[in-house]
């Protein structure tokens, strides 16, 4: 277990529709990062929040937003979705920011139907 | 920003065998370079990093070596065993925030 928590585990919804995927990092960690994984595309990284403010982006369509609360937990949205969002996605956490180990969360499976 | 590249995307080897996989990244000025190891239905999980100042890093049958003016870093596994079936990523810092990985290895070892 890396401390990492991500709910929900599976997420089956339509196109168009918006959701909301949360994660809880390791306690102490200060870092949170947002990947996707497709099966053509590997680990896409998304996002970064430390301490609660954006550090870096990645990929991440307009359609997607992010924020890392006070209490250090972080939320991902996405929003008018389409059939090629349905993917893995996963939350990483680090005590710091930058050039050191992450530790992943078992990640939310997110079916767009 | 950064780019990895990693190769092979498949690997099937005999049990007892070596496991090597390459990568390479764009990025110069990256210095941490982790190995992550996914079982099926899990997280990415650490198994091995190096970091620019050093050349080469063991941790029992596993190896990873870096090679800083090529700009590629391998993995090695020796010995290898069924348990260690599972797709490798490897990965390099972007200016020092978030980790970029490479596409995946999936290793398959064969008792």
């Known amino acids: 277990d890396s401390g990492v928590t991500q709910t929900p585990k599976h997420l089956i919804t339509a196109t168009g529709q918006r959701v909301t995927l949360r994660c809880s990092p390791r306690?102490?960690?200060?870092?949170v990062y947002w990947y996707q994984q497709s099966l053509d595309q590997g680990l896409q990284f998304l996002i970064q929040y430390y301490n609660g403010e954006e550090r870096a982006k990645g990929n991440i369509l307009e359609r997607f937003s992010a924020q890392q609360f006070p209490d250090l937990h972080s939320e991902l949205n996405l929003s008018s979705l389409e059939l090629g969002d349905s993917a893995l996605y996963f939350c990483?956490?680090?005590?710091?920011?930058?050039?050191?180990?992450?530790?992943f969360g078992s990640g939310t499976q997110l079916s767009v139907l | 920003g950064e780019n990895v590249e990693q190769h092979p995307s498949t690997l099937s080897v005999q049990e007892g065998d070596s496991a090597v996989i390459k990568c390479t990244y764009s990025?110069?000025?990256?210095?941490?370079f982790p190995w992550y190891k996914q079982e099926l239905g899990k997280g990415p999980q650490l198994i091995i990093d190096i970091r620019s100042n050093v050349g080469e890093k063991k941790d029992q049958r596993i190896a990873v070596t870096l090679n800083k003016t090529a700009k590629h870093f391998s993995l090695h596994i020796t010995e290898t065993q069924p348990e260690d079936s599972a797709v490798y990523f490897c990965?390099?810092?972007?200016?020092?925030?978030?980790?970029?990985f490479g596409k995946g290895t999936t290793l398959s070892v064969s008792s």
């Open positions: 990025d110069s000025a990256s210095n941490y």
């Open positions: 306690s102490g960690d200060l870092s």
């Open positions: 990965a390099a810092d972007q200016a020092g925030t978030a980790l970029i």
């Open positions: 990483a956490s680090s005590v710091s920011q930058g050039e050191e180990k992450l530790f």
